[in-house]
Structure formats: C-alpha cells, structure tokens
Nanobody, 124 residues
Framework: QVQLVESGGGLVQAGGSLRLSCAAS????????MGWFRQGSGKEREFVGGISPRGGSTRYTDSVKGRFTISRDNTKNTVYLQMNSLKPEDTAVYYC?????????????????WGQGTQVTVSS
C-alpha cells in the first residue's frame, strides 16, 4: 500500500510560480512511476505529466510543456511539480498518483494510488 500526500497549493497571480510536493509512504516509491493530474471545476481529470521510477524520463501534456517541470527525490520519497508562468486556466485541484510501472502512462487507469489533491488557483 502506498499513501500519497500533496502540499504546496495556493493562490498565485498569473505569471507566478508554485511548487507542489507529493510525499509517499512505503518502501516501493523508487519502483513507482509518478504522475500529476489536475481537475478543474466542471472538467474531467487530465494528465499533466509524469516521471519514470528513477527519474530518467518525463512526459508532459502539451499545454504545460516548457512551463512545468516534474522531478523526484527517491531518498525522500517525494515527487515535485514546479509550475512557472502560471495561467488562469491552470486553476484546478492537482493530484499526484503512483503506479508500479517503468514507463509513464498518460491515463488515470495507469495509476494505482492517488493523493487527496491540493488546490491551485491562478488569478488574472
């Protein structure tokens, strides 16, 4: 069993930055692919990006490429989402997710464990 706890959300002006963290319990973190998803009000949950178990590979949805960066520290069982140049359309609840895979799936069913989410609000 893996438990995930996100932190770092908040209110920021457009153009600003936030860094989200996701702390994982359990001893299998380094074998897990980690993903970030988001869900805006009235919208479906969408894939933001993900990182392979050892951090050698990342993938992002097109709308965040060049603005968001995912990294992980396996010694701290933590994955990060650095968000720069934030836009009002980035407003959503952000979730981290984990799955026992070697490559990064872009679909929610590819992940077995989910955090509770953290709210990110970008004001214009």
């Amino acid at each position: 069993q893996v438990q995930l706890v996100e932190s770092g959300g908040g209110l920021v002006q457009a153009g600003g930055s936030l860094r989200l963290s996701c702390a994982a319990s359990g001893r299998t973190f380094s074998s897990m692919v980690m993903g970030w998803f988001r869900q805006g009000s009235g919208k479906e949950r969408e894939f933001v990006g993900g990182i392979s178990p050892r951090g050698g590979s990342t993938r992002y949805t097109d709308s965040v490429k060049g603005r968001f960066t995912i990294s992980r520290d396996n010694t701290k069982n933590t994955v990060y989402l650095q968000m720069n140049s934030l836009k009002p359309e980035d407003t959503a609840v952000y979730y981290c997710a984990a799955g026992p895979r070697s490559t990064v799936p872009s679909y929610a069913l590819g992940y077995d464990y989910w955090g509770q989410g953290t709210q990110v609000t970008v004001s214009s």
